[in-house]
């Protein structure tokens, strides 16, 4: 699978992988934060050597990004380590980008056009005054 995009308000991302019948297939996440683009498959994704996979879908436990974002919340007066204890942290590697998503939940889901264009008309709606 080469074409894939995402479609991403501040708390939900879509990762869209492909249309059949008039079903989007997607990825949904409800993130903290997320990287989309480098490394494509020609470089080596820094966690490879741990046994990150070429292509596919991939849990990282014991993240090292999530210790990372909890390291650097703890400047907050109200921060307690235990908030980041429900986050995960996925990629998932193609051949021409790789996103990595730190959320609390992650699922499969089917949308219809209609479905993906009412939640962007939602988010198009928050921007007006």
């Known amino acids: 699978m080469y074409e894939n995009f995402i479609v991403s308000s501040q708390q939900k991302l879509f990762l869209l992988l492909e249309q059949t019948n008039g079903l ?3 990825l949904q996440f ?5 990287k989309y683009g480098y490394p494509n498959d020609e470089v080596s994704h820094p966690l490879s050597k741990y046994g990150l996979g070429s292509y596919g879908l991939f ?5 090292p990004w999530v210790t990372e ?7 907050h007066h109200r921060h307690t380590d235990s ?5 995960k942290h996925f990629i998932v590697k193609f ?7 730190i959320c609390t939940e992650m699922k ?3 949308l219809t056009k209609l479905e993906l264009l009412d939640f962007l008309d939602e988010q ?3 921007l007006r005054p």
């Open 24 to 26: 989007i297939d997607c």
């Open 69 to 75: 974002l909890r390291d650097n919340n703890r400047q």
């Open 95 to 101: 051949k021409d980008v790789t996103i990595e998503v």
């Open 124 to 126: 198009i709606n928050y």
């Open 30 to 34: 409800d993130f903290l934060i997320y």
């Open 83 to 87: 908030s980041f204890d429900n986050y």
């Open 59 to 63: 849990q990282v436990i014991n993240s």
């Open 108 to 110: 499969e889901r089917q």
